[in-house]
């Protein structure tokens, strides 16, 4: 039995220890905001938070998460009021939307660490995150529209 916390509350997963953390968030428990892209951990779109930390789901068994802290995009804020939320749905940033709640965990990852990233930062946090649209300049927009509006507001959540 593999316990763990997720987006506040207390699982007990008791399957395969080896079963991805992205099966059992989007067949087990429904929360399907977290995509499945490459399912090698190259593309970025399974991101979620391990303790803070941004990790690709389709690619960390459940034997990596016992006693740790999950957070995904349903976590992210209660009702879609992260600064990062509100700078991408100011900026428009998605097109087919369907690598964009990974960018937001790997940018909320990135905010928790540094409060004002540069370009540079940016650009090597988000590396690993692929949009086939294309929407990298409005990524790095929004991203910068969310750490001025931390700033203004004394830090973030
Ligand atoms: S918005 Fe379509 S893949 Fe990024």
Request: aromatic share 4%; net charge positive.
């Given at each position: 039995?593999?316990?763990?916390?997720?987006?506040?509350?207390?699982?007990?997963?008791?399957?395969?220890?080896?079963?991805p953390l992205l099966w059992y968030l989007r067949?087990?428990?429904?929360m399907?905001?977290t995509k499945f892209g490459?399912g090698?951990g190259?593309?970025g779109a399974s991101t979620v938070h391990r303790?803070?930390?941004a990790i690709r789901s389709c690619s960390t068994p459940m034997?990596d998460l016992?006693?740790?802290?999950v957070?995904t995009?349903?976590?992210?804020?209660?009702?879609?009021?992260?600064?990062?939320?509100?700078?991408?749905?100011?900026?428009?940033?998605?097109?087919?939307?369907?690598?964009?709640?990974g960018?937001?965990m790997?940018?909320?990852?990135?905010?928790?660490?540094?409060?004002?990233?540069?370009?540079?930062?940016?650009?090597?946090?988000?590396?690993?995150?692929?949009?086939?649209?294309?929407?990298?300049?409005?990524?790095?927009?929004?991203?910068?529209?969310?750490?001025?509006?931390?700033?203004?507001?004394?830090?973030?959540?």
């Amino acid at each position: 039995m593999i316990k763990l916390r997720i987006n506040g509350r207390e699982r007990s997963f008791d399957g395969d220890p080896e079963t991805p953390l992205l099966w059992y968030l989007r067949d087990e428990l429904d929360m399907t905001g977290t995509k499945f892209g490459c399912g090698a951990g190259h593309c970025g779109a399974s991101t979620v938070h391990r303790n803070g930390e941004a990790i690709r789901s389709c690619s960390t068994p459940m034997r990596d998460l016992a006693g740790k802290t999950v957070t995904t995009i349903e976590g992210l804020s209660p009702n879609n009021s992260h600064p990062l939320q509100i700078a991408w749905m100011h900026a428009n940033v998605p097109q087919c939307g369907y690598c964009q709640t990974g960018q937001i965990m790997q940018a909320a990852a990135l905010l928790k660490k540094n409060h004002n990233p540069s370009d540079k930062d940016i650009d090597d946090a988000m590396s690993g995150n692929i949009c086939r649209c294309g929407t990298y300049q409005r990524i790095r927009s929004a991203i910068k529209a969310a750490a001025k509006d931390t700033a203004k507001a004394g830090g973030i959540a």
